[in-house]
């Protein structure tokens, strides 16, 4: 089963930037895939056509076989998203942050207080839940974005960069947390510069440059290669 599947994608952004040239990959039920390649490669365009946060200019992308053209709901409850940028409110807590986003997903709130309960735990936070988040470290928002995009248990958890300033006992741990999550059976993608970070966590990895697939394989592969 293909949790995603992108056909002939491009995105030009305004008339003559070509972001994505036609790529085509897939990332099938489980997998945990590093989309890997330079700044300005395409991969945060990429995910953000895949969220639906950027349009595309042509091309197919279907989550779990909905077309985010045709069933964009079905589509986008499957996925959550991290973000790069920090833009939840500085002035809530975490608390109310997760639980917010659960209203728009619909989960109840008796569920959400409990899911929120078991990931901010999870991700070491509680402690800080009635803190307004802008006096949270770095790491602490980083972990706050994920115990987010997981309130409504989506089948693929989508990450862009992000350990991307965090120093290194956070990043092992949030790469534990990473791990535990996919064992347990959700898919996930995140984008990284760094080769390691994608040889720690992941199975399978496409390289992107210049807004072409250069490798689509798995990571033992690519390394073996090197
Ligand atoms: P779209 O085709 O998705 O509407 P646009 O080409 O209109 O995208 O650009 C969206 C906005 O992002 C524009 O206001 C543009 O100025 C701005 N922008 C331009 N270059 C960059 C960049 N490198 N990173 C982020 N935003 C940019
Ligand atoms: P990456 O995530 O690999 O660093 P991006 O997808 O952010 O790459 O960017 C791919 C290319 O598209 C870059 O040349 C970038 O400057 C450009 N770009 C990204 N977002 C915008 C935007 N909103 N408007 C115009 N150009 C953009």
């Known amino acids: 089963e293909k949790a995603i599947e992108i056909n002939n994608l491009k995105k030009v952004y305004g008339k003559s930037l070509h972001a994505l040239k036609g790529i085509s990959f897939s990332v099938e039920k489980g997998d945990f895939i590093a989309l890997l390649g330079p700044n300005g490669a395409g991969k945060s365009t990429t995910i953000g056509i895949i969220c639906s946060l950027v349009n595309k200019t042509s091309g ?50 008796k569920i959400a207080l409990q899911r929120a309960e078991k990931y901010l735990k ?35 958890l989508i990450l862009d960069e992000p350990t991307a300033g965090v120093d290194i006992e956070i990043r092992r741990s949030m790469w534990e947390f990473l791990t535990e999550l996919n064992e347990q059976g959700t898919t996930i993608v995140l ?25 689509n394989t798995s990571i033992k592969d690519l390394i073996s290669r090197l």
């Not at 909905?66 to 996925?79: G, Y």
């Not at 928002?141 to 989506?154: F, S």
């Open 60 to 109: 197919e992308v279907k989550v779990f076989d909905h077309s985010i053209d045709s069933e964009l709901e079905a589509a986008k409850r499957c996925l959550g998203l991290v973000p790069q940028e920090f833009n939840f409110s500085q002035f809530e807590t975490p608390l109310q942050i997760v639980v917010n986003q659960a209203g728009y997903y619909g989960v109840p709130r």
């Open 122 to 156: 999870q991700l070491d936070l509680w402690d800080k839940k009635d803190t307004p988040s802008r006096t949270l470290s770095g790491g602490m928002k980083r972990r706050l974005m994920i115990a987010r995009a997981l309130i409504h248990e989506p089948k693929v």
């Open 191 to 215: 984008t990284t510069h760094y080769l390691e970070e994608a040889e720690q966590l992941c199975r399978n990895v496409a390289i992107i440059n210049h807004g072409e697939i250069i490798e």
